[in-house]
C-alpha cells in the first residue's frame, strides 16, 4: 500500500461555461437527433412552445433566446434520438439475454415504435395491435379483483392523461395510484403539509429576486435542475448569501460560468455562488439547523435585553404559530457538544449561518432530496420551517420555503388526483360531474405495493412510464417477485430494464413523447403541466412522431380504460373516453370543474406567459393545519439517518452523476465531481481509506449493515477517493438500491431513505 494520500477527485473547472455546451454536443452526436431538434431547443420553454420533460423548474414569463439547461437539452435529444427499437430486433433476442445489459445499452436503442407482448413459450416480446393489446388487458383487469393491481404514474405525463388515469383507477375499483413522488418528495408532500397546510413549496419565482439569504440544504442544482442556477447566481450578485448545507462538495453551489452569458463566456470568470458551504453529516440538517436556530434565539435575547431592534417577530409569532415553547425549551436545552457530534459541523461556523439569518430581511428555504430520503425526512423539513417561522419568513415577498422537484410534472400529477390517500381525492366532484362512486380504503404507496408485491397479493401492474423496478430499495427481493404477477403492462417510450421482468401477461405500450405531433380527431393537442412553483403551462409538439404507430399517453389510458370497463353490465355514460380523446380541451374543461378555484378557464389561460398561478393558502398565510396556524416542531431526534453510528459503519448517500436524469442515464461521465467512464464506484474520504486499507482503485464490497438479518450487497465497486464527511460514502442510484431496505423510509411518507443507508465496507 502507498504511503502517500490519495488525492480527492474533483473538477477544476465552474458549473455552466463551455463544459455545458460540450456535455449537450456530445449527447447530440450519440443520439442524432437531427437539425429538427434545434427547433424544439429553439421553443422549449417558452409560451405556447414545448415545456422541458426533465424537471420542473419555472418557465419565466420572458424567457431568454435559449431557455434550456444541460440536461434539459440532453433530456430533448434522448427523446428525438434518431434510433429505433423495432419489435423486429427485440424479438431477435429472449428476454433472458436482454436483461444481461445494462439499462444505458438498453435505452440506447432508442424508441420503441410499435405495441409488444410478451410469448412465455419463447421468452420473448413480438409485435402485437392496439385492439389486440386493449382487449387482451382489458379482460384480464377485469378477471383481477381491483384491489390486487397497482397504478403507478412516473411524475412526467401531463395533467391531462393523469386525470383521466386517476379517474379510470377509480372507475375500476381501487385507489392504488402511487407516483414518483412516493420515492423522493413525498416527505414534503406529508411533512410540509403536516406544519404549514401546504404539501408544495410556498414561494414563487418572482420571491427569489427579493430575498437577502438563502439556506440551501441537500440538493444539486449543477446536475438536477440547472436552470435553477442563473437565479441563484443573480441572487448571489445582488448581495444575497447563500448558506448551503451538503454532504457533497457540489460544483454548482460553487461557481458557476452563465452560458448566456458572452462577457462571463469570453472571459471564462465564474461567479461565487455560496457565502458558505458547509459539508454536513448524512442526516446532520436536524442538528446544523438546530445549531443555527439556538445561535437566532441568542442574538434576539440579546437585543431584547439591551432594547434593540428583535430578529424574531413576535407579532407574527403570536398571531400566525403554535408550539413555539416547546421548540425554544428544546432548543435551550441541547448542548453544542451534541449539535456539533450530529452533524459534523463546527459550533462557529453554525453561528456565523445564524448570524447571516438574524441580519436577513428575507430569507428562503430551499432544499432536495437530501432532506427527504431520511427516516426522520419530514423532522428535518419540520425544523428548516421551525427556522423560517422564527422571523415570519413565509407567506410574503421574498421568503418561503422551495422543495425542488424532479420530474417535469410530478408535483401535477398529484394536484389532479393520483393519489393513494382518499381524504386527498376530488370524490365529490366525482359524483357530481361523473356519476363516480370512488373506493372507499387507502391504496397503496410505492412501498406498500412492494409489500403487497412480496407477499403475493399484487397481481397487477400498469405503469405510466418510469423504469420503477430499478427505482426501487431492495432489488434482490423485489426483482425475484416481480416476474410473479399475473399482468404487468408499461407505458413507454424507450426499452428498459423493468420491462424485462415481464410478469406472466406482460405488454409494451409505446406512446409520444411531449415533443411531438399529438394529433387527434379536433386536430393538433395540446398538454398541461405543473411546475414547482404552482403554476399551469400548455405544452404542443411539432416534431413528427418516431412512428405512426404510436399513441399518446391520454389516448392510452383513455383505450385502456374503456376496454376494462366495457366488461361492467352497466356502462357509466358520463365516462366519455373517445370524446375526451378526440378534444383534450374537454379533459381540462372537466379538470376546470372538479377544481374550479385553481383551474377556472384552464384552456384559456394556459398558453400565459409564465403561466397560471393555481395559487397557495401558505403563500397568503393562510395555514391549513390541524391548529389552523403553521406549526413549529420539536425534535425527537438529531440525526435523520435511522441507523446510528457504529465502528465500522458508514451512511452511504446515493446520487444521481450529470450524464443522468433519475434512472436514465444518458453517458458515463459525471464532469461536475471530475469523475468519468463507470457507475460502479464508491467515493470516500481519503482519511476513511487511510483507516481502512484502501487505495485509489481498489474494489470492494458494500454490505449492508442495516441490523436485520437479512444480506444486501453490491460488489465490484472502485474506490474513488473524494471529499465526504468522516463515515459517508456517496456512490450512485440506481446501481447501489440494492443497499436499501424495503423498510427503511421516512416515518409519516414511507419515502425511502437513500441518503442514509447504513453500510460496511470490505475490500475484495
Not at 453544542?336 to 456565523?352: P, Q, T, Y
Not at 457504529?646 to 444518458?666: K, P
Request: one cysteine or more.
Amino acid at each position: 500500500m502507498s504511503s502517500r494520500k490519495a488525492e480527492p477527485r474533483e473538477y477544476h473547472g465552474a458549473a455552466g461555461g463551455f463544459g455545458s455546451l460540450q456535455g449537450i454536443a456530445r449527447i447530440e452526436l450519440k443520439e442524432r437527433a437531427g437539425p429538427g431538434a434545434a427547433e424544439t431547443l429553439y421553443r422549449q420553454n417558452k409560451p405556447e412552445g414545448y415545456m422541458c420533460s426533465s424537471c420542473a423548474w419555472a418557465k419565466p414569463p420572458n424567457p431568454h433566446l435559449a431557455e434550456f439547461c444541460e440536461n434539459g437539452a440532453k433530456a430533448t435529444l434522448w427523446d428525438l434520438t434518431s434510433e429505433r427499437c423495432t419489435p423486429e430486433w427485440i424479438s431477435r433476442h429472449t428476454v433472458t439475454e436482454l436483461r444481461e445489459r445494462s439499462g444505458y445499452e438498453l435505452e440506447m436503442r432508442g424508441r420503441l415504435t410499435e405495441p409488444m407482448r410478451y410469448d412465455a413459450g419463447t421468452d420473448r416480446y413480438v409485435r402485437a395491435s392496439w385492439d389486440e393489446a386493449f382487449a387482451a388487458i382489458g379482460a384480464q383487469l377485469h378477471r383481477l379483483d381491483p384491489k390486487s393491481v397497482t397504478f403507478y404514474a412516473s411524475g412526467k405525463a401531463a395533467l391531462e392523461p393523469s386525470y383521466l388515469y386517476a379517474v379510470f383507477a377509480r372507475a375500476y375499483g381501487h385507489n392504488n395510484l402511487p407516483d414518483s413522488s412516493n420515492m423522493c418528495h413525498e416527505t414534503t408532500s406529508v411533512g410540509l403539509k403536516k406544519v404549514v397546510g401546504s404539501p408544495v413549496g410556498t414561494c414563487t419565482l418572482q420571491d427569489l429576486d427579493h430575498c437577502d439569504a438563502i439556506f440551501y440544504l441537500g440538493q444539486n442544482p449543477g446536475t438536477n435542475s440547472p436552470r435553477l442556477l442563473r437565479p441563484l447566481m443573480q441572487a448571489a450578485k445582488r448581495g444575497c448569501k447563500i448558506i448551503t448545507f451538503n454532504p457533497l462538495r457540489e460544483k454548482g453551489l460553487l461557481e458557476f460560468i452563465d452560458p448566456q452569458d458572452p462577457v462571463a463566456m469570453l472571459t471564462q470568470k465564474p461567479t461565487k455562488m455560496s457565502h458558505m458551504y458547509m459539508q454536513v453529516k448524512p442526516g446532520g440538517d436536524i442538528a446544523a439547523l438546530m445549531g443555527v436556530i439556538k445561535r437566532v434565539l441568542e442574538i434576539d435575547d440579546e437585543a431584547k435585553e439591551k432594547g434593540l431592534a428583535r430578529t424574531l417577530d413576535d407579532a407574527f409569532l403570536a398571531e400566525h404559530t403554535h408550539g413555539f415553547d416547546a421548540l425554544r425549551h428544546t432548543v435551550e436545552n441541547t448542548g453544542w457538544d451534541a449539535i456539533e457530534a450530529n452533524s459534523g459541523i463546527a459550533r462557529a461556523e453554525l453561528e456565523r449561518a445564524g448570524d447571516v439569518y438574524a441580519g436577513a430581511k428575507n430569507v428562503i428555504g430551499i432544499y432536495g432530496m437530501g432532506l427527504t430520503q431520511h427516516v426522520h425526512g419530514s423532522q428535518a423539513i419540520g425544523m428548516l420551517v421551525n427556522l423560517l417561522l422564527l422571523n415570519g419568513n413565509i407567506g410574503r415577498q421574498g421568503a418561503g420555503c422551495t422543495p425542488i422537484r424532479g420530474h417535469s410534472n410530478v408535483q401535477g400529477q398529484r394536484t389532479v388526483g393520483i393519489t393513494e390517500k382518499t381524504k386527498l381525492a376530488p370524490v365529490e366532484k366525482y359524483r357530481e360531474l361523473l356519476d363516480l362512486e370512488t373506493p372507499e380504503e387507502d391504496g397503496h404507496t410505492t412501498v406498500e405495493f412492494l409489500e403487497a408485491l412480496l407477499d403475493g397479493s399484487n397481481k397487477g401492474f400498469i405503469g405510466l412510464g418510469g423504469n420503477l423496478a430499478q427505482a426501487v430499495p431492495d432489488h434482490e427481493r423485489v426483482h425475484r417477485a416481480w416476474g410473479e404477477m399475473e399482468l404487468t403492462v408499461h407505458i413507454a417510450t424507450k426499452l428498459n430494464k423493468t420491462h424485462l421482468m415481464p410478469g406472466k401477461s406482460s405488454w409494451i405500450l409505446p406512446c409520444l413523447v411531449r415533443a411531438e405531433e399529438d394529433i387527434q380527431a379536433s386536430g393538433p393537442q395540446t398538454v398541461t403541466m405543473e411546475d414547482s412553483f404552482s403554476h399551469i403551462y400548455g405544452s404542443i409538439g411539432k416534431r413528427k412522431p418516431a412512428s405512426e404507430q404510436l399513441k399518446s399517453e391520454t389516448a392510452i389510458v383513455a383505450g385502456l380504460a374503456k376496454a376494462t370497463l366495457a366488461h361492467r353490465e352497466t356502462r357509466n355514460a358520463k365516462l366519455a373516453w373517445d370524446e375526451w380523446t378526440g378534444d383534450y380541451a374537454r379533459i381540462r374543461d372537466l379538470i376546470a370543474h372538479t377544481f374550479p378555484d385553481e383551474f377556472h378557464d384552464m384552456n384559456g389561460r394556459m398558453n400565459r406567459p409564465g403561466g397560471f398561478y393555481r395559487g397557495n393558502g401558505a403563500h397568503d398565510r393562510i395555514w391549513k393545519t390541524e391548529s389552523g396556524k403553521a406549526e413549529f416542531t420539536d425534535p425527537t431526534v438529531l440525526n435523520a439517518c435511522g441507523i446510528g453510528e457504529a465502528d465500522g459503519r458508514f451512511h452511504l448517500v446515493t446520487v444521481r452523476s450529470n450524464d443522468q436524469f433519475n434512472t436514465t442515464i444518458y453517458g458515463h461521465s459525471d464532469r461536475l465531481r471530475g469523475l468519468e467512464g463507470t457507475r460502479m464506484m464508491v467515493m470516500i474520504n481519503p482519511n476513511d481509506m487511510e483507516r481502512h486499507g484502501l487505495c485509489d482503485g481498489d474494489l470492494v464490497t458494500l454490505i449492508g449493515d442495516a441490523e436485520d438479518d437479512m444480506e444486501r450487497t453490491v460488489r465490484g465497486l472502485k474506490v474513488t477517493p473524494y471529499r465526504l464527511p468522516d463515515g459517508c460514502l456517496a456512490g450512485y442510484f440506481p446501481e447501489l438500491n440494492p443497499l436499501v431496505p424495503l423498510w427503511y423510509h421516512d416515518k409519516l411518507s414511507k419515502t425511502p431513505a437513500s441518503k442514509g443507508i447504513p453500510v460496511r465496507i470490505v475490500k475484495e
